[in-house]
């Protein structure tokens, strides 16, 4: 997995910090790994500081001045990996609801299969969801198959946050310009890369429910991912 980056965002991880950073390490002696921590009161900043004597060169952290959402915290990351030497940029969770025994299926799916961007679905061969409440899973697997009839784009698990980018998909699309901030954001970005007809690989994964910590989502989230998709559509029309 050379040139390979893991960029995980974090607010209030303390629990699950130190056992995902040496799970995504015993996966490779290459990759690297981009901590984005948005001030947790918890200080899981902190406990990132410690683990870098451990892996010096190979544990990265930027800490941000307040919690300013998932996107922004990975557009900060995928600025800050764009400026060095990553051809192979990953997003994934710290809560081990995404499995880092998969970073490698990613890898390979971008490497040697080809793709310019591999998702991690837990939504093509079925429903691969354990530990969540049945409403949730229904929540999820319908809003997948709302964006796929609103966008038309021919992926399961629209809303999977467990990805791999190859550089030139990143360095294509404008960041900058890139609108959500919450679970949309996952979208917005499977889109644009849809829209400039880079190949998407769906790699199945097995997401379980974090044991750990607080989940993240709220119902101000979810409503940004409802009705920005429609509006993300509209305006996709446009600049035809």
Not at 83 to 102: G, K, L
């Amino acid at each position: 997995m050379q040139n390979s980056i893991v960029i995980i965002p974090t607010y209030n991880e303390i629990e699950n910090i130190g056992p995902i950073v040496k799970a995504v390490f015993s996966q490779s002696d290459a990759i690297h790994l981009l901590v984005v921590d948005d001030n947790s009161p918890d200080l899981t900043a902190l406990k990132v500081k410690e683990l870098q004597k451990e892996f010096p060169d190979r544990l990265f952290l930027e800490s941000r001045s307040e919690k300013s959402g998932l996107g922004t915290a990975y557009i900060h990351g995928f600025k800050w990996c764009l400026n060095r030497d990553y051809n192979y940029i990953f997003e994934m969770d710290a809560d081990f609801s995404h499995n880092p025994d998969d970073l490698i299926r990613l890898y390979k799916a971008c490497h040697v299969e080809g793709a310019d961007l591999a998702i991690g679905s837990r939504y093509i061969t079925g429903v691969n969801v354990v530990n969540w409440p049945m409403s949730r899973v229904l929540m999820s697997y319908l809003a997948s198959k709302y964006v796929r009839v609103i966008t038309g784009m021919k992926i399961h698990d629209t809303t999977a946050g467990f990805v791999c980018y190859k550089r030139r998909v990143l360095e294509t699309l404008n960041l900058d310009t890139i609108k959500f901030i919450g679970y949309a954001f996952q979208i917005e970005m499977k889109f644009k890369a849809y829209l400039k007809k880079f190949k998407i690989i769906e790699v199945p994964v097995i997401f379980t429910d974090r044991t750990k910590g607080e989940s993240k989502l709220s119902s101000g989230i979810i409503s940004e991912a409802i009705f920005g998709v429609i509006s993300m559509k509209i305006k996709s029309l446009f600049k035809k």
